[in-house]
Each structure stands twice: as C-alpha cells, then as structure tokens.
C-alpha cells in the first residue's frame, strides 16, 4: 500500500508553513524526520541495551485512544511524539505501519527531542494521563520512571505545569488532568487567556463552548482554514489549543477531546509558549461557536448527525 498526503510542518528553523508531499509506505515507513536527524532509532531496529521504546495509548473501558511514542537512548537524547491518529503505530510485529484511518480526517502530530535526563518528568506525565503501553522495550538501568510507565504503576496527576527543556533549549511544558475534568478549561485558567479550541467534531455530545462568567472561556474550532482549502471538524480528528489573546502565545497539542465520555478519563498536553507558532495556528480558526453567538443547537448539545466513531 503507499499513501500520498499533504501536510503543513513547522521546525525550530521554519515558522512559516511550508506545504510537503511525502509517501506512507505500508510496512516499511518510516518515523517523523525529527528521530531520524537525531540519530533516532525505529522500534523494530532496537538492539542496543542503551536504546529503549514505549508505544503507548490511553485506555479508557476497555477501549484504546489516541497514542504516543517515546525512543529513548540513554547515551543521548531520546524523542517524544505526540498525536491524534489512532491506531498509529502499529506493534513491532504487526506488518502495517500507517492505517486507513490516518487518510480521512486531518491530525496534528508534535515530534520534539530531549536530553534523556528530560525523560524521567516525561515518564512522570505518562503516569499521570494513565499512558498503557501495547509494546514497549526499556532497559533495567532506565529512569526509574519510565520502569514505572511499562510496569503500569498509577499515580495521580499533578495538574499544574510541567517544565521541560528540548536538545535545543526550547522550553515545552506538559499538563495533565484528572477524571470529571475538561483538559481545556484547566488550560485556560493556568494561561489566565480565552482558549480557541479544535478537537473531533464527531465525538458523541461534543461539548459546547465553555462560557462561565468570571472564567476564561474555551471556545471550540468549528472550521479550520488552510491555503489546502477549509473544512469542518467532522473531518478533522487533531486536538489543539490556542491563546485568544493577543498578547498570549500559548498554544497546545493534547490527547482528548470535549465531551462527557472525554472527561471521564484522564489526558494531557504539551503546549509551548511561542508568538510565531501561537500565531500560525490562531490563524487556522475560522469559524468559532463563540460565547457570544451560540445557536439553539450548541446550547442544547445535540449528538452530532454525523458521528461516526
């Protein structure tokens, strides 16, 4: 099988939007360039007791989301990719690598490099969104932290930000939540701005905006535009955030959604506090079911016609 898509991608050196045409080779892909240029290493390809994986999705009854990887190498540095295409990756013995779900609908993903020191507060965060890894390799001299992501060990997340330092000395930070909690709200409310917000238009009783008085509000993304052209968010599965205020550059990629069967579990963020990334993504919304002009239909969380899990 080989797959063509488009895709906009942003770089620490290109903060424009350059518009690629790559190939998705079924069985024999490869990972985002950022592991690669690092010197990274395919899940498959781990033979050396300084290299370890964890392929991971959020398990919520039964039923696994939204999945993560991190490679690590203990002598260097190790990468952490963060995205809303399910059922990416596939385990190391499953002969697929890009599935049919990752064609229909847009996506985000967000690959960035670390130190390995960095991956003990990242395997801290794995614990707190409750991270269950399908397929995993990670050497016993390891952090003690990621041991405690393979062995599944439960710890309740701290909600406040959690600062880590790139290969290149940016700062990213990640977040997480806890059960009965909207991920965005809490984000809102850390980075004191209004909130743009895109997450699957699909989701059975997708949540209305978030219009609390006395609160930072949380406005879903109910069209996103592109030089590709626009569409709505029945056809877009990726799950970001972005400050509404101007002079706030917050912006995040998360692991849920807006909605009731959403918030019954746990999830988390890595956002990043930059004007010219905050800005490329601010300019993707375009049509927002503001706080201000809320239909009949929003106000009554109607289940979306056309849902499709």
């Known amino acids: 099988m080989l797959i063509i898509c488009l895709a906009y991608y ?27 240029a690092r010197g990274g290493v395919h899940p498959g390809q781990v033979a050396s007791l300084s ?4 392929i ?49 609908n847009a996506q985000t993903f967000i690959c960035v490099t670390f130190p390995y020191d960095e991956f003990r507060k990242i395997g801290k965060h794995l614990q707190y969104i409750r991270a269950f890894p399908f397929d995993h390799r990670i050497p016993g001299d390891f952090h003690t932290e990621l041991q405690d992501v393979v062995n599944k060990v439960d710890v309740p997340p701290d909600d406040n930000f959690q600062q880590l330092t790139s290969s290149n000395r940016s700062n990213f930070y990640s977040i997480a939540k806890n059960y009965s909690e909207d991920l965005y709200v809490n984000i809102a409310q850390k980075v004191s701005s209004d909130l743009l917000v895109q997450t699957w238009g699909c989701q059975m009783r997708r949540d209305t905006s978030f219009c609390k008085e006395n609160k930072f509000k949380v ?26 205020d101007p002079e706030n550059n917050w912006m995040c990629v998360a692991d849920v959604n807006r909605a009731p069967s959403q918030y019954a579990r746990r999830g988390g963020a890595l956002c990043i506090n930059d004007k010219k990334i905050k800005d ?3 300019n993707f919304a375009n049509k927002i079911e503001d706080c201000q002009n809320r239909s009949l239909l929003d106000i009554l969380n109607i289940m979306n016609p056309d849902y499709d899990p």
Do not use: M
């Open 280 to 282: 490329i993504f601010q």
């Open 219 to 244: 406005e879903n993304i109910n069209t996103t535009a592109t030089s590709l052209g626009q569409w709505n968010n029945t056809k877009d599965h990726s799950k970001w955030c972005v400050a509404k």
């Open 56 to 104: 991971y999705r959020l398990l919520y009854n039964s039923t696994l989301f939204f999945p993560g990887v991190l490679l690590v190498n203990e002598s260097g540095t190790g990468i952490w990719l963060l995205h809303s295409t399910p059922k990416f990756p596939y385990a190391r013995d499953e002969n697929s690598f890009w599935p049919s779900t990752g064609v229909k």
């Open 10 to 36: 942003i770089t620490p050196s290109i903060h424009s939007l350059p518009l690629i045409l790559f190939r998705v080779a079924g069985g024999a892909g490869a990972y985002p360039s950022c592991h690669r």
């Open 51 to 54: 290299q370890g994986y964890v």
